[in-house]
Structure formats: C-alpha cells, structure tokens
C-alpha cells in the first residue's frame, strides 16, 4: 500500500537558518503531495501541495518540488522564524478508491530559538 | 478558516463506556473524514463518509462505527471504549474526490479512556 517516510524529529535550529524536512514516499499510480502543519492545540492546516511530477508547491516562505524520481517531496525554508516552530507532515493523496484519502508521514517537530 | 466544528474538545471517560464525537460542518461538502493522531504514527484514518449514509472503512476502524444521517454532521461512536483508544481524534472535510483537492481540519477531541 501507499506509505510516507518522513525525517525523524525533533529538529531544533536557530533563527534565520535553513530547514530541509525529509519526505520520501511509495505510491501506485500518480498521487498528489501535500505538507501540512500543525501549531500547538490546533488542528492541521495545509501549507502546500503539488498535483504532478516536477510541480514546486511554495506558501509562507516555504516551498517543495515533487520529484518522481526520487520520489520525494522535501520541505524548504530559506530562513526560519521562531513562528515556523510547529509539527509538520508530509501526506499524499491515495490514487485509487473514491474518497481520495490521505496516508500520513509520522510528523517532524520543528522548534526555532530566537 | 474552514467551518468545522469538533465536539466535545476533552472527554475522559472509563473503559466499557460509550463514547460519541461529533464534527459538525458549514461548508456543505460531501466528503468527511475521521482521523485518529498518535505519536509516532501521524494520522491514521479510521472511517471517512462520501455522503449521506455512504461510509466506508478506513486502516483503523476496528472498534469505531461512524453514521452520517446529514451532510453536515459526522458521528464517530466508541461502543465500548478501551484503553488503546486514547488518542487525539481529528476530523476533516474536503469538498471533492479528486486527489489534488486537500482536506480541511477540525481542531481535534482529546479522548482518555481511564
């Protein structure tokens, strides 16, 4: 079946630094790929998706490109805020069946110090 | 913010008891679903709902039933919660089948089953 690996958390950086989060993932067909993240207490929100190979999905600042060869969906972020600190996961968009369901990355937990 | 309502927010209850969360929706769209989120393991889908009186399993529905008399309201019932059932409970509605359409969130019930 459908499976999101995700880089293993938590990650801490300082303020201003890169952030790379790690998403691989094994599909039949042709999904679509979504990050979405989730501030404390709160629910998830999507942050960004691409729909088709060689896609870039980009909002806040942070951006992923949809590489089917690699198959992968790595999260970027040129210059994180102590705002950005929050879980993120990758997720993908099962191909088949009629509700398009989503399968899930074990989430990465981001924490910036000022 | 998309209009949905999880309720209740906090529930603790006993092992044996019944158990019923709700999510309540105004954006009249026709699929929902019901996640569970555990650590380690991301969001697991337990059922989802592709309209009034069409549900379905999803990879985690041992012990849970769900019904769907309204397009606004989802019902998940625990008829005889157990201590395995402690999670964050999450529901998302999304309005069409197709793969690139992402899911909205609920905010989550925190259930605790003593």
């Known amino acids: 079946g459908d499976s999101v690996t995700q880089m293993e958390g938590p990650v801490t950086l300082s303020e201003e630094a890169c952030l790379t989060i790690?998403?691989?993932?094994?599909?039949?067909?042709?999904?679509?790929l979504f990050w979405y993240v989730q501030y404390p207490g709160e629910g998830l929100q999507l942050l960004l998706k691409?729909?088709?190979?060689?896609d870039k999905g980009s909002n806040k600042g942070f951006e992923a490109t949809y590489r089917k060869e690699t198959t992968s969906f790595h999260l970027e972020k040129g210059s994180v805020q102590v705002s950005d600190s929050a879980v993120y996961f990758c997720?993908?968009?099962?191909?088949?069946?009629?509700?398009?369901?989503?399968?899930f990355g074990s989430g990465t937990q981001l924490t910036v110090l000022p | 913010d998309a209009g949905i309502t999880q309720s209740p927010r906090h529930k603790v209850t006993e092992t044996g008891t019944p158990v019923t969360l709700r999510c309540h929706q105004t954006?009249?769209?026709?699929?929902m679903y019901w996640y569970r989120q555990d650590p380690g393991h991301g969001l697991r889908l337990i059922h989802y709902?592709?309209?009034?009186?069409?549900?379905d399993k999803g990879e985690v529905s041992d012990g849970y039933s769900v019904s769907r008399s309204k397009t606004e309201d989802f019902l998940l019932t625990l008829e005889s919660a157990t201590s395995s059932q402690t999670s964050v409970y999450f529901c998302?509605?999304?309005?069409?089948?197709?793969?690139?359409?992402?899911?909205?969130f609920g905010d989550g019930t925190r259930l605790s089953i003593l």
């Open positions: 790690n998403c691989t993932y094994t599909a039949t067909g042709y999904p679509s």
């Open positions: 691409a729909t088709k190979a060689d």
């Open positions: 998302a509605i999304s309005e069409a089948g197709q793969g690139n359409q992402p899911q909205h």
């Open positions: 954006e009249n769209h026709r699929y």
């Open positions: 709902s592709y309209g009034v009186k069409d549900t």
């Open positions: 997720a993908l968009s099962d191909s088949s069946g009629s509700a398009r369901q989503l399968t």
